[in-house]
């Protein structure tokens, strides 16, 4: 699990992706982000989270979203991406 804090933006991103492909480096498995700390997630940040999830899946992974926030699930829902995501 990976626990997530701050902003999720073009300055957050290359550590998110660095830490993602860690994770699915050991091998084949679920990648879960702890978004419980996480306090703005602007276009780059969504951007990234897409691109991990098709990444993760093309390992053989799965990218697992969870304590989302009010804002997070609005955001995901606004763009029409809840459905693309496993939230758990």
Known sequence: MLSLTGELDIATVPELRA???RCTA?????VVLDFSGVT?????GLSALIGLNKATAGA?????LTN?????????????????????
């Open 26 to 30: 050991a091998g084949p498995g679920r």
């Open 60 to 64: 053989g992974s799965e990218l697992v």
């Open 40 to 44: 703005f997630c602007d276009s780059q």
């Open 19 to 21: 830490a993602v492909e």
């Open 68 to 88: 989302l926030g009010e804002f997070m699930v609005r955001l995901l829902d606004i763009t029409g991406l809840r459905a693309a995501f496993t939230i758990a």
